[in-house]
């Protein structure tokens, strides 16, 4: 059986790393901006796509309606729950089958599942804090704000803590997750292609034994590849934690 052989594998790993692609959030019932109908809606409802909105540059000059957009979609989306998939990563950590998880979704779900050392390298929306002074202020704060959140400090308007399109993504936590990634012999990539932005940026610092691919569609980089799954990542995790209590 496929489940028992990874679980074998993951007990026999020194260091196993996640990288948590949208597919595992997709599941959780979160809706993918980018791809999706919603960006349809979007695009209807406020004039600009997403990448458009949330951009630098329309924050840089279109305040008003970057944190209506941020208020109204954004952080009424984070209002869900993680899914299962969440919860099963936080059961193999604390099993000691997995290390670090690294994504770039800013919902911040491994956290509120209570995943430990997880690396999100676009930051969440769960920390907001004003770029003059770095006062920060937490996800209320700017819900219950009428227009633009302003610093209670300085009178800057405030901003998400998250790398915007447009933006480079932290220096600090690219090495942290290269390093991370460098020093893995198991790596396990849940709800991405190995072409996504999330695999570009990674698997190019793998040099391990096993990289477990669990995805629910097939793809032409699949071959690349030790083990192939593909099939929904929450019901991968579920299994193997019920391997794990046999």
């Known amino acids: 059986m496929k489940e028992k052989n990874i679980l074998q594998i993951l007990r026999n790993s020194r260091h196993t790393v996640v990288l948590s692609g949208a597919g595992l959030m997709a599941e959780s019932g979160y809706p993918l901006l980018r791809d999706g109908e919603e960006s349809y809606e979007i695009e209807e409802k406020y004039g600009y796509s997403f990448e458009e909105i949330f951009s630098s540059g329309f924050y840089a000059a279109r305040k008003e309606l970057f944190f209506r957009f941020y208020k109204e979609v954004l952080l009424k989306i984070v209002e869900r729950p993680p899914g299962e998939g969440f919860y099963a990563l936080k059961s193999l950590q604390d099993r000691g089958l997995i290390g670090p998880i690294i994504t770039r ?141 046999k």
């Open 105 to 245: 979704r800013i919902a911040g779900l491994e956290d509120r599942a209570g995943c430990r050392d997880v690396i999100n390298l676009k930051g969440t929306v769960f920390r907001n804090r004003c770029p003059n002074c770095g006062r920060e202020y937490p996800v209320e704060y700017i819900k219950e704000a009428r227009g633009v959140p302003l610093c209670e400090s300085c009178m800057t308007a405030l901003r998400p803590d998250v790398c915007l399109f447009g933006e480079m993504i932290d220096n600090g936590r690219m090495t942290r997750a290269a390093q991370e990634v460098e020093k893995a012999d198991v790596l396990i990539v849940l709800g991405a292609n190995l072409t996504s932005p999330l695999c570009g940026q990674m698997i190019q610092y793998f040099t391990g034994s096993n990289l477990i691919l669990v995805n629910d569609t097939e793809h032409y980089s699949d071959q690349r590849a030790d083990i192939i799954i593909h099939g929904r990542s929450d019901r991968f995790l579920s299994s193997i934690l019920a391997e794990c209590d």
